[in-house]
Structures are given as structure tokens and as C-alpha cells.
T-cell receptor
Framework: DAKTTQPPSMDCAEGRAANLPCNHS???????VYWYRQIHSQGPQYIIH???NNETNEMASLIITEDRKSSTLILPHATLRDTAVYYC???????????FGTGTRLKVLA | DAGVTQSPTHLIKTRGQHVTLRCSPI?????VSWYQQVLGQGPQFIFQ???????GRGNFPDRFSARQFPNYSSELNVNALLLGDSALYLC????????????FGSGTQLSVL
């Protein structure tokens, strides 16, 4: 099973792009990368996921390196409500087993 | 539409007791997963059920068990509680089949004294 490594904390100015890195150097070919975030006392909320290609949705963009050993979540215009713990997760292909790391605590500053 | 609902929201038990946590998935979702989140750490996978069958199990002792009912709701049972079982227990549902994102409930906060 792949594991992920994230910086423990980051700050970002409101209105600026927040770029959250994740290392998953032992990821296998059939393992997806998911990003969730967790606001205090709530359950994790899905943001985006990908296998090989870059992905974009209404919340964020996901950039996966060509060798798939790392990825970056981009929140294009961070707001105060984006303050949360962000988890980069590897899901073992064909299963529901999500391997969470310790996450990055993002603080958006006014 | 209602999201994933878990009950109770908070629970206090003493060592050695047994506890049952309940989860109702989003309507139409057939898969339920359980996660344990210790303070300051990410959630850890415990179980996954699909169509009432166990489809995955994490590295937890046999004191942990679960089941899924015909209406797709689920129970997580923990026997012989230890202090280290104190955690937030999260339930997540999905429509079914691999490749789908999970929808998490707000969890049950279990404190073992």
C-alpha cells in the first residue's frame, strides 16, 4: 500500500492560490490519488481525484507528475472558509481502502 | 436530501464495556465504510461493506466487528473497550462499486474512561 507525505501546515493569503503538495513515491499503477478536506468536527469532504491526468472541477485543480510520484492540489482563489486540514489519499485500485496521511493544516489569512 | 447520518454523536464508556455505533447511508447508496480517527491523525480504515457483505477490513483486532442491514444501514461494534479506542468514528457511504468517491458523516466521538 502506498503512503503519502504532506507538509504539516501552510498559510495562504485570502484571494491567492493555495498550492498543497503531496508525495506518494510508492504509488502503484492502479492506485488513485484523492484529496479530501476536513473542517473541525466534521467528516472529510471530497474535493477531487485522479489517476494519471490532471483534473479540474469547480472546487480545485489536481496536478499529477508524469511519474505519478507526487501531486499538487490547487485552490485557485482561497477564502477564509477554505481553512481546514487537507488530506492527500491513495485509494487502492478496485477497493474502498483509503490510506490517509496526517494531512496539511491550511490556514487562509485575511 | 439527507447526508450520511451517524448516531450517537457523542458517547462515553468505561474500559471493558461494549459499544454499538450506527450509520445510515445516503438514500440509494449501497456501500458503507467505517474509519477511526484518533486526535491529531488521519482516519484509519476499519471496514467496508457492500450489499451486506464485508468487502474489506483494515488492521484492527477482532474486538471490532460490523454488519450491514437489508436497508444498507450499518452498525459498528467494539467489545472490551480500551482507553486507546477513544476516537472519532466516521462512517462513509457511496453508491456502490469501486472508483466512487465517499461521502462522510460527521462521526461519533467515543470517549473511553
Amino acid at each position: 500500500d502506498a503512503k503519502t507525505t504532506q507538509p504539516p501546515s501552510m498559510d495562504c493569503a485570502e484571494g491567492r492560490a493555495a498550492n498543497l503538495p503531496c508525495n506518494h513515491s510508492t504509488i502503484s499503477g492502479n492506485e488513485y490519488v484523492y484529496w479530501y478536506r476536513q473542517i473541525h468536527s466534521q467528516g472529510p469532504q471530497y474535493i477531487i481525484h485522479g489517476l494519471k491526468n490532471n483534473e479540474t472541477n469547480e472546487m480545485a485543480s489536481l496536478i499529477i507528475t508524469e511519474d505519478r510520484k507526487s501531486s499538487t492540489l490547487i485552490l485557485p482563489h482561497a477564502t477564509l472558509r477554505d481553512t481546514a486540514v487537507y488530506y492527500c489519499i491513495v485509494r487502492v485500485g478496485g477497493t474502498y481502502k483509503y490510506i490517509f496521511g496526517t494531512g496539511t493544516r491550511l490556514k487562509v489569512l485575511a | 436530501d439527507a447526508g450520511v447520518t451517524q448516531s450517537p454523536t457523542h458517547l462515553i464508556k468505561t474500559r471493558g464495556q461494549h459499544v454499538t455505533l450506527r450509520c445510515s447511508p445516503i438514500s440509494g447508496h449501497k456501500s458503507v465504510s467505517w474509519y477511526q480517527q484518533v486526535l491529531g491523525q488521519g482516519p484509519q480504515f476499519i471496514f467496508q461493506y457492500y450489499e451486506k457483505e464485508e468487502r474489506g477490513r483494515g488492521n484492527f483486532p477482532d474486538r471490532f466487528s460490523a454488519r450491514q442491514f437489508p436497508n444498507y444501514s450499518s452498525e459498528l461494534n467494539v467489545n472490551a473497550l480500551l482507553l486507546g479506542d477513544s476516537a472519532l468514528y466516521l462512517c462513509a457511504s457511496s453508491p456502490g462499486g469501486p472508483g466512487e468517491k465517499l461521502f462522510f458523516g460527521s462521526g461519533t466521538q467515543l470517549s473511553v474512561l
